[in-house]
DNA sequence: AGCGACCGCAATCCGTCCAT
DNA sequence: ATGGACGGATTGCGGTCGCT
């Protein structure tokens, strides 16, 4: 158990990694398994597939297992490099839905007076994040799927509200929420707005959720007990924190009285190198369940790097961005020991997620499972964003590739033939063709025919492309035409004036005429089309 | 308004069939 | 024999309805 903990810290770790940072890690773990201090999990082989590709990363996972979380623990607190993670979470690889980036991320304490003081993240323009944005630290994310809708609702709108307020006041502890701005938050009916912040602050007081504790400078913080034997870390501490500290519903005011603990207020509002976060547009998270905002976590977390090692998947939907083995996945989706059987776990867990992501987001996600014979034992994810193409609604034009009912074609193909002293069903054939249909657009619109139905792009896409062929079939027999023209002129030369005696200009008419029956498409070189052109000479000048 | 019966829905679990 | 697919049962939670 502690041990899938430490190992899902470390990924989280190694995921901070610049491909230098790696190569210098990589060299690190060489050493020290030349060294052989201790009996390191990690070979140099895994910490080369594990630091060079994160698919790997994500396998390697699961045969770390196979070392003592002290292990890794160990090789965390040994490492000699300064973690500079100048690489963000970039959120997708659209950014259309991000308004900046995220830069200069500070994290400043004062400790001077009784009170912690907590300087909020701000962006480069100095500005706390828009209130368009719910921003989250990654470790966060996996807090708040735990929890029900009105209570994810109460801690992130606190995460936008605390964030203003720490900012005019760095020591405030205490945050007012009113029934009001709760309801408006989110759209709530005002007659229940009242009963669900009140059962809300009540059911969240109870709830905890526990992290790995980081110090500032991404070394894990150590607990008292810790220290092994050996003197080396076994542990980093692990921290269990109420969600709210107390709170107190104000009856009567319709509002409620939140006291965060600094913990907290601080993953609210600090955003340091070491607190990867990821933000989602708050309208999304509000409306997604608890699978779906993971889901949306794994899938969007993704960065360049694994987008660009995923790209190596051999599967056909389309490029993929990331990979997660199963084991992985369950623990994130806290589904150790729910959905047991794989399919369910897919079918409620995964499935769902997408399905919820689809429901309430722009973004699409595919998946494809990674099978080891029978058993699913990853997948990979893609995401799309149904917003990105936009289609520019170019103003098309109504009057091309319309589709008339079955009623118009057959009224209006009826008036066209009368007009035109045509047969009604050519007309008709004419007017269901998107292509062809243009020849009786005036007349359509002398007869006062609005189109109101038009052919996919598909099928007018299906259409030009059969045209397209057949004028090339055409061109084909137009060159065939003049093939077969010169041969007879070149027969002529040849042929004995009592050949050509013989052979009447009939017979060339008659070749000509047969055209289309006789198969000259085959006779691709002139001695062919000679041997034929006689052949068929023949035959006419036998009939 | 207060109460229980009832319904709908989602989450979860289980049994059976099927392909390998 | 095993894992996955699938249908269906069970559970639990809200919410609603009708009765008092």
Redesign the pocket.
């Known amino acids: 158990m502690t041990d899938t903990k430490s190992l899902e810290l470390f990924a989280d770790f190694l995921e901070k990694f610049s491909p230098e940072q790696m190569a210098e890690f990589e060299k690190y773990i060489k050493d020290r398994n030349k060294q052989s201090i201790d009996s390191a999990a990690l070979t140099a082989s895994d910490a080369e597939m594990t630091f060079g590709n994160s698919h790997n990363l994500a396998r390697q996972y699961d045969s770390l297992q196979s070392g003592s979380a002290e292990d890794v623990h160990a090789l965390i607190e040994d490492m000699p490099i300064a973690i500079d993670d100048t690489r963000e979470y970039d959120v997708l690889p659209t950014e259309n839905f991000l308004d900046e980036e995220q830069e200069g991320v500070q994290y400043q304490e004062i400790d001077n007076e009784d009170e912690k003081a907590i300087v909020p993240t701000k962006d480069k323009y100095g500005r706390v994040y828009s209130d368009k944005f719910v921003v989250m630290q990654k470790r966060m994310i996996h807090a708040i799927s735990r929890l029900?809708l009105n209570e994810r609702r109460l801690v992130l709108m606190l995460a936008t509200l605390v964030r203003g307020a720490v900012e005019a006041n760095p020591r405030q502890k205490v945050f007012r929420i009113s029934a009001a701005d709760f309801g408006d938050f989110y759209g709530l009916s005002r007659s229940k707005r009242y009963e669900f912040l009140k059962g809300v602050s009540k059911s969240l007081h109870g709830k905890v959720f526990y992290f790995w504790n980081f110090e500032t400078d991404g070394r894990l913080v150590p607990s008292a007990k810790s220290q092994s034997k050996n003197g080396r870390m076994s542990k980093g501490t692990e921290v269990a924190i109420s969600w709210v500290g107390k709170a107190e519903y104000r009856a009567g005011e319709g509002c409620v009285d939140i006291h965060l603990l600094d913990d907290v207020i601080e993953m609210l509002c600090i955003f340091d190198q070491m607190n990867p976060y990821t933000k989602y547009q708050k309208d999304w998270i509000t409306k997604l369940?608890g699978?779906g905002i993971v889901l949306l976590g794994l899938v969007l977390s993704a960065t360049k790097e694994t987008r660009r090692h995923v790209k190596e998947y051999q599967g056909d939907v389309g490029p993929m961005d990331v990979y997660y083995t199963l084991k992985y996945l369950r623990e994130k989706f806290d589904c150790t020991n729910?959905?047991?059987?794989?399919?369910?776990f897919?079918?409620?867990?995964i499935d769902?997620g997408i399905k919820d992501i689809q429901k309430h987001t722009p973004l699409r996600i595919r998946v494809d499972y990674d099978l080891s014979g029978?058993?699913?034992i990853g997948a990979w994810f893609g995401v799309d964003n149904a917003d990105e193409p936009k289609p520019k609604v170019a103003k098309k034009d109504e009057w091309k590739h319309f589709k008339m009912t079955s009623a118009q074609l057959d009224m209006f193909a009826d008036k066209i033939a009368q007009i035109e002293g045509l047969d009604a069903q050519d007309v008709k054939r004419v007017l269901e063709h998107p292509l062809e249909q243009q020849k009786y657009v005036e007349m359509l619109k002398r007869l006062n025919y609005k189109p109101s139905g038009w052919f996919a792009k598909s099928v007018v896409d299906k259409f030009v492309k059969e045209a397209q062929e057949q004028t090339k079939a055409e061109a084909i027999i137009q060159a065939e035409k003049q093939a077969l023209e010169s041969a007879w002129k070149a027969w002529k030369v040849t042929a004995s004036d009592e050949e050509i005696e013989m052979l009447s200009d009939k017979a060339y008419s008659y070749i000509t005429a047969n055209f289309e029956k006789i198969k000259w498409q085959h006779a691709n070189t002139p001695q062919i089309r000679l041997h034929m052109f006689e052949q068929y000479f023949r035959k006419a000048f036998e009939s």
Not at 339 to 344: A, G, L, P, S, V
Not at 346 to 349: D, L, Q, T
Request: aromatic letters at 16%; a positive charge.
């Open positions: 029900d369940g699978y729910r959905y047991e059987k794989t399919h369910d897919k079918r409620y867990v769902a029978r058993s699913v």
